[in-house]
């Protein structure tokens, strides 16, 4: 046991046998700051022999667990160290440097490609829109966004027609952010399942987005089937390694409300529909709240990109595929499979508010 590290107590198998090999070495992820203690105790089945300080005279005393100092081992580099008492047992302990979280207030590299590509698509509507006679330099290209809001199923239509009346106006190609938290973030994740969403008219995604809206809910979400395929999706997802909570079933029922079938869909697979830089980023926002809490003394700004997920005011971003693994001191710890998007918008409703 190693108190404070990731994995806290490991179970290994140990030989009484001088001769047998040493058994596969344990790790233990921890702070070095915190000059934490490695302790070792034997089932209750077997005890941990021990010495007096004499030891030519052989007095054995009550067993005790054994404990070393993790900061009497060199750091920086492998060691390996044995300690045999009747039974062998091995320690290692290596320093990483590489982190899986990228810390830092800049973009990540991928946005910064995408803007680069996106400021030509922006500089050529601008021009067209403007009757320029002379094409835009890149530093005289602005950086514009579109900033929406929630409100359930009404956020949804709504930013549907907004959307279609800025395409209507030619102005669409001139944005280069799209930004959202709880129901426009439902629209936000329908728009980008389609590469060149924002070349199409969105006539036609508002009146499909219509039919779901004014469809029998209870019907469609609450049938016998639906209820199956419900436990067997959460089933599925807990064997996976994710933590089930009621968001998760909340996600499967607006699948259910707003789509015709199973979506496979997940959040990085939305990168295809930035790779020319065709269309807005999508930012969906969500706010990070503590139990026993009020939301009005502590709240922070989460954002989730098809890139990163992060948190800005610490400059604290995890590649979005790993959105939902375990992570400890900044490196990947145990990798859980990406989830697919209906589950994302689960919380939607609730990234105004929680996550």
């Not at 509507?125 to 330099?137: P, S, T």
């Not at 106006?169 to 799209?178: E, G, P, Q």
């Not at 029998?216 to 390694?241: I, M, S, W």
Request: hydrophobic content about 35%; charged content about 25%; some cysteine.
């Amino acid at each position: 046991t190693v108190r404070g590290s990731f994995e806290e107590t490991q179970t290994a198998s140990l030989s009484c046998d001088s001769c047998s090999p040493l058994p596969d070495p344990t790790f233990f992820h921890y702070a070095k700051y915190k000059q934490p203690s490695l302790d070792v105790a034997l089932t209750k089945k077997r005890k941990l022999p021990t010495f007096c300080a004499c030891m030519s005279c052989g007095a054995r005393r009550r067993s005790m667990p054994l404990t070393i100092p993790l900061k009497s081992l060199p750091s920086e580099r492998e060691v390996v160290s044995e300690v045999s008492v009747c039974w062998p047992w091995r320690t290692l302990c290596k320093l990483q440097e590489d982190l899986d979280v990228r810390l830092g207030f800049d973009l990540c590299v991928q946005e910064q490609d995408f803007i680069r590509k996106r400021k030509k698509v922006v500089a050529a509507a601008l021009k067209d829109i403007l009757q320029l006679e002379e094409n835009l330099q890149d530093d005289e290209v602005p950086v514009v966004a579109i900033m929406t809001t929630g409100g359930g199923t009404r956020a949804l239509t709504a930013m549907y027609a907004h959307l279609l009346s800025v395409q209507e106006m030619s102005v669409l190609d001139c944005v280069s952010y799209i930004t959202g938290l709880s129901g426009t973030t439902w629209t936000m994740s329908n728009l980008y399942e389609d590469p060149d969403w924002s070349q199409k008219d969105l006539k036609e995604t508002l009146n499909e987005a219509r039919k779901h809206v004014l469809k029998n809910k209870f019907v469609t979400c609450f049938a016998p089937d639906r209820l199956k395929y419900y436990v067997k999706e959460l089933h599925q997802r807990k064997q996976e390694g994710h933590q089930l909570c009621f968001t998760d079933l909340w996600g499967l029922i607006i699948e259910a409300m707003f789509k015709e079938k199973e979506d496979s869909h997940k959040l990085t697979d939305q990168q295809q529909a930035l790779n020319q830089g065709q269309n807005p980023l999508p930012i969906y926002l969500s706010l990070n709240v503590k139990d026993k809490i009020s939301d009005q003394d502590f709240r922070e700004w989460v954002e989730f990109t098809p890139y990163e997920v992060g948190f800005p005011k610490y400059g604290a971003f995890i590649r979005a595929e790993d959105f939902g693994s375990e992570f400890f001191m900044g490196h990947l710890m145990k990798k859980i499979p990406e989830s697919r998007i209906c589950f994302l918008e689960g919380d939607l409703l609730f990234w105004g508010n929680v996550i």
